[in-house]
């Protein structure tokens, strides 16, 4: 049976103590599982609500702290870009690029990625369908990308709220054969708490038994050991204390 893809850590690179915290958490669930999950962490949240928001590192020391993380534990990484410049420094650090959601439709940042070889996530915009992303991908492809990747996060519902159509999960799978759901990002209320996002972490768990009914591939969750204490997405992001249980469920 081929495992699916699990993708986690913190939303943010807030510290180097804190990416091995979480990246011992997840060799040990490798372990006792079998499973290999890539390690997720931001350098730049360039795209939070207030200017005043916590935004990471930024990409020298990000990608320096990321590395060391693959270093000393042996984990694969996945980041995401902001512009297309940072993408060939990503590109010698990393095996996933990341496209965010608001950024999908941005053809020289998809260039820039795709000429890297790694493999590229794209994250689908909040206001598209899965159809519609057969562009994005189009657009990798044609630049030269070995590998893409969907990733459905939900869709906006009116105002500081998020809705998931699952049949985008499906839609999205005739156009590549790998398609993640963000169970936590599609948990989020954004900028519902004014100056931040909100969102709503209990149900993070229903939105992955969901998304493996509709035949996603993949699972991608912001973990932290104190959501609470986050610096970003803390409302939506899952206690790394719950991960293991999920995933062993979901497998």
């Given at each position: 049976?081929i495992?699916?893809?699990?993708?986690?850590?913190?939303?943010v690179?807030?510290?180097?103590?804190?990416?091995?915290?979480?990246?011992?958490n997840?060799?040990?669930?490798?372990?006792?599982?079998?499973?290999?999950?890539?390690?997720?962490?931001s350098?730049?949240?360039?795209?939070?609500?207030?200017?005043?928001?916590?935004?990471?590192p930024?990409?020298?020391?990000?990608?320096?702290?990321?590395?060391?993380?693959?270093?000393?534990?042996?984990?694969?990484?996945l980041?995401?870009?902001?512009e297309?410049?940072?993408a060939e420094?990503v590109g010698?650090?990393?095996?996933?690029?990341?496209?965010?959601?608001?950024?999908?439709?941005?053809?020289?940042?998809?260039?820039s990625?795709?000429?890297?070889k790694?493999?590229?996530?794209?994250?689908?915009?909040?206001?598209?369908?899965?159809?519609?992303?057969?562009?994005?991908?189009?657009?990798?492809?044609?630049?030269?990308?070995?590998?893409v990747?969907?990733?459905?996060?939900?869709?906006?519902?009116?105002?500081?709220?998020?809705?998931?159509?699952?049949r985008?999960?499906?839609?999205?799978?005739?156009?590549?054969?790998?398609?993640?759901?963000?169970?936590?990002h599609?948990?989020?209320r954004?900028?519902?708490?004014?100056?931040?996002?909100?969102?709503?972490?209990?149900?993070?768990?229903?939105?992955?038994?969901?998304?493996?009914?509709?035949?996603?591939?993949?699972?991608?969750?912001?973990?932290?050991?104190?959501?609470d204490?986050?610096?970003?997405?803390?409302?939506?992001?899952?206690?790394?204390?719950?991960?293991?249980?999920?995933?062993?469920?979901?497998?």
């Amino acid at each position: 049976m081929i495992q699916p893809i699990f993708i986690a850590g913190p939303c943010v690179i807030e510290s180097q103590e804190l990416l091995y915290i979480v990246a011992e958490n997840l060799v040990e669930i490798n372990k006792k599982l079998g499973t290999d999950i890539i390690f997720k962490s931001s350098f730049d949240k360039a795209n939070r609500t207030s200017i005043h928001s916590f935004r990471g590192p930024r990409l020298e020391k990000g990608l320096e702290m990321l590395d060391n993380v693959k270093k000393k534990y042996g984990l694969k990484l996945l980041t995401d870009i902001h512009e297309s410049h940072q993408a060939e420094a990503v590109g010698e650090v990393v095996d996933v690029i990341q496209i965010p959601a608001f950024l999908c439709r941005q053809t020289d940042l998809l260039i820039s990625a795709a000429k890297t070889k790694k493999i590229i996530n794209i994250k689908k915009a909040q206001f598209l369908s899965g159809r519609d992303m057969k562009y994005p991908v189009e657009k990798a492809l044609e630049a030269g990308a070995k590998e893409v990747w969907l990733t459905e996060r939900g869709n906006c519902f009116g105002y500081n709220n998020l809705v998931v159509d699952f049949r985008n999960i499906p839609d999205m799978k005739e156009i590549v054969p790998q398609v993640i759901m963000d169970c936590t990002h599609s948990v989020q209320r954004p900028g519902g708490s004014g100056d931040k996002t909100s969102g709503d972490r209990k149900f993070v768990p229903a939105m992955a038994h969901a998304a493996k009914a509709f035949g996603a591939t993949g699972y991608f969750f912001e973990v932290h050991p104190d959501p609470d204490q986050a610096l970003s997405d803390g409302p939506n992001m899952l206690e790394l204390s719950k991960l293991e249980a999920l995933i062993k469920a979901l497998i």
